[in-house]
Every structure is written in C-alpha cells, then in structure tokens.
C-alpha cells in the first residue's frame, strides 16, 4: 500500500479519477488501498480486497467524445505542469517513487498510451486483448517494458511521451462516437490506460518535488498549478 504521504494527499483528501477500483482511505489511518485494476503495478502499491470505502468517481457517467478528450486533456496537462521547470538532471534523478525517476514515470505513463493504442482497435472490433496475467501480470510487464526504456535517452524519452500522446489522441478523433457515451469496454480501457493514470504519477511528481525542495532548501519553481 501507498501512504498518503507518498502521493501528496493529506489525511481524508481524495483522489478523483483513480482507476476501475478507485482509491479506498481506510479507516483511521493514513494508507490507501486501490480497487481492483488501479496502478498497473505501481511501485509499492498492495492491492487489497478487504473493506474499503469508495472514492467518488464522477468520470463513470454518460459524456461525448469532446468531453471525454476535455477530461483526458486536463489530466494529461497536470501531469506535464508536475514536471514543469525541472532541469535535465532533476528529471533523471531516482527516488520518486522507489527509485524511478521523473523519467522512468513518463516511460511508463507511454507504454500504457502504446498499450492503448495497440489494444482499443482490438476492443473497437469486439475482440478483447490478451490478459497480462500471460505475460506473468501486470507487475511483471511494468518491470519487463520499464527495463527496456531504462536506457534510453531523456531526449528520446520525451519525444515518445508526446508523439504516442499525439497518435492516441489522433485515433480518439476517428473512433466512433457512440464508443465514448457511456461506460462502454472501449471507454472502460481507455480511462484505465490514460486520464485516470495520470493522476496517480501526478500526485507522486508533485509530492517528490515538494518534498524534495523542502528538504535541500533549493529555490525551484513549483510546477504550474501547485
């Protein structure tokens, strides 16, 4: 499980838009527990099935393709404003979460746009993709795909993150109409795999760069929004 801390939440606050299970406080203490299908392997993160209280999710009612790209859009300009300002160095440091980097976060953040892309024309034709669960989970892909984007540049790193973003987004504009009006299988993976993942990586962008600054007395520039 995930302290609260670790995701620069206080005590009671809530996440929104957090995934299939959403995010569980428990009660009278300072932990979150995920849903089923929340993280995609986050580091840290235990999945529980105990007793949990619910997180409002306002993003499971009726919407049209603009205001599913509006939510999507929002979502995805916090994440790029979290890291806002950082220099080359500070983007590649480790430490946070575990010891993934700003970078290693915006690889993963890509992979999971890659697996979108590669899995919602599947869903759009009726099909359903291959369960992670052959691949060994979902953890184990994390660290499989995380490993081969390790070496990287950080040039290449963010030419990735933006150009998959622009191809998904791209592919959104063409699918059909009808895929975005309700909690459809189509729009169910796409909300997994984008505007309710980025606010996880968000709020631990946000809470490392807090704590960080805080801790080395560095004079930074928040990121936008903070």
């Known amino acids: 499980m995930i ?21 569980f406080a428990a009660r009278g203490t300072g932990e979150l527990f995920a849903g089923s299908g929340w993280g995609k392997g986050y580091p840290g993160l ?6 949990r209280r619910p997180v409002v999710d ?6 049209n393709r603009e205001q599913l790209l509006h939510k999507l ?3 995805w300009t916090a994440l ?8 080359d160095a500070q983007l590649t440091e480790s430490g946070v979460v575990e010891e993934w980097s700003v970078k ?8 999971w746009e890659e697996e979108a892309l590669t899995h919602l024309p599947v869903v759009m034709a009726g099909g359903r993709p291959p369960r992670y669960a052959a691949q060994g989970g979902i953890d184990a892909f994390n660290a499989r795909k995380t490993a081969e984007k390790r070496d990287l540049s950080l040039a290449t790193v963010l030419e990735q993150h933006e150009e998959t973003h622009r191809r998904l987004i791209a592919f959104l504009a063409t699918a059909p109409e009808e895929l975005f009006t309700r909690e459809t299988r189509f729009r ?10 980025y606010p996880i990586h968000t709020a631990a962008i946000r809470a490392w760069r807090a704590r960080t ?3 080395s007395g560095e004079n930074a520039r928040a990121p936008s929004g903070a």
Do not use: C, K, Q
């Open 213 to 215: 600054y805080s801790e």
């Open 104 to 111: 290693d976060i915006l690889a993963h953040v890509t992979i």
């Open 3 to 23: 302290p609260f801390a670790a995701l620069g939440l206080a005590r009671g606050r809530r996440l929104r838009d957090a995934g299939a299970g959403g995010i």
């Open 58 to 63: 306002a993003i499971m009612g009726r919407m």
């Open 188 to 197: 169910h993976r796409l909300r997994l795999d984008t505007y309710s993942h």
């Open 80 to 87: 790029r404003s979290s890291y806002d300002g950082l220099s």
């Open 46 to 51: 235990r999945i529980t099935n105990g007793r």
């Open 73 to 75: 859009d929002i979502a």
